[in-house]
């Protein structure tokens, strides 16, 4: 990354930054209160705020992307992105900026919220349910046996590279939901400018019902190979028993694999396609 | 003198409609442009073309040898037609940006011009009246030391005094060495300042003269040329 890159990006930084903060000390003091209510052997309330943790941390992330997306809008769509543009770093630069940034700012907000997770079971009682994973404690104890070197017991590897694989195809999935968001937008910008269109919020919105259709149908035609080859991730009942003590995880790695391949290759074709644009057919 | 700006064949269409056809000139280093001609002929494509904002893809924009991008960037100073900064930032805010992305903006010369103006740092820009949000835009701008200024109708919503103000910023900011487009309909308050004279119409160059010459041969001042090319 050039000096300039650096420094847009720092500018940048500086405005998600409040709005971080709210959301890391919000996942933070539910965390701790969730945790005193576990010590005190409140479990019900314990419930409860696990439940309006997850909640807020879902929340959170699903503002953070909106946030991030409405930034690039404000660059593409209006005058603010005649400052910005002028700025002495490539069209690109920006877009390149801004998906670092959501991708950073999600990421940590995950890592932050499985801390939360952590504080609250460590603290408390009870384990932390996490789904098909089983628990926090599952979870960490299952990695200390295995890649400690307490015990080599085959199942918990398992479980253990399978969340692995589950994780980095959630994260792929993610980050093509939001190249999705960020490709309409920068498509709509090329419509717009190519045709001249002035009503831009109608352009954004057609083409993103486009996009939305596209994932459907993709979604559809993944799960009916999922569901046609009986490999385990999101869809079949085997993805939800991956973790178990029998998870079957050689077979069951094809499933996100799948998954990996197909996001992870379209979300690379969907920022090529933006760059594209951006520096060689920017309208604004 | 060299060359600091070449634009070679640019053009842009808005749909059907054609902004730029086919539009050639350059400019050499310590000149004052005006560009000028009625609305809709095509001044602000071209001023986004040299800035940035638009490609073509068959024209071609040079920038002290540089075709527009990062480099060319670095030595442009661009100040759009509207307000561009948010109405929630603080002027404070636009000054660290300018300090941040730009190592020729002078920023001791921005505060004092603020200053001057009435314009005070803790102030949101939301706040300011049209007439200073325009001054804040061309102080920003013109307190750098760059190579190529471009001002889009530096002059809208001011009055009178503070038109003549802001002629002042723009002649005592420009370096020797540096130029200056600017795109106006208050052909007769920069007059005196221009150098050179581009008059564009339907997106093509009507004439691109030095202002002296075109005063000794038509006898005529800019504004008189003006109302008579386009009358």
Redesign the interface.
Known sequence: MNK?SY??E??EIKKVMVLMTVLIAAYSVLSVVCAFAESRSTSGLALTLRVILILVSALGIICTGIFMVRRFY?ILFT?????K???????S?HLKNNFRLAVMWLGLQMLIFIACLGISEYVGKESVPLGPVGSYTGLVNSYKINWMGEYMSAPGAKAMAAFVIMAAALAVITVNVYISFIFTLTVSNRIC?????LQKNGVILITGLAMFNIHLLVSWLLTRIEIMFNMGFLFTDKGFTVFGPDGAFVRDIEGPLVYILIYGATAVIMYRICKNIL?????? | MSKLLECKGLSHAYGKKRALDDISFSVESGKIVGLFGPNGSGKTTLIKMIAGMIHDENGAVSICGNPVGEKSKSVVSYSPDRMAFAAGRKVSDLLDMYELMYEDFDRKSAEDKLRDFGIEISDYVGKLSKGNAEKLQVILTMSRKAKLFLLDEPFNGLDPVARENVIRIMIGCVPEDSSLIISTHQIGDIEQMLDEAIFIKDGGIVFHRSVDEIRSETGKSLSETYMEEYR
Request: aromatic fraction near 10%.
């Open positions: 300039r420094k847009l720092s500018q404000g005058d603010e992105g005649l400052i543009f002028s700025f002495p770093v490539n069209n630069g400018g190519k045709y001249n269109i520096d060689k057919k920017l309208d604004i």
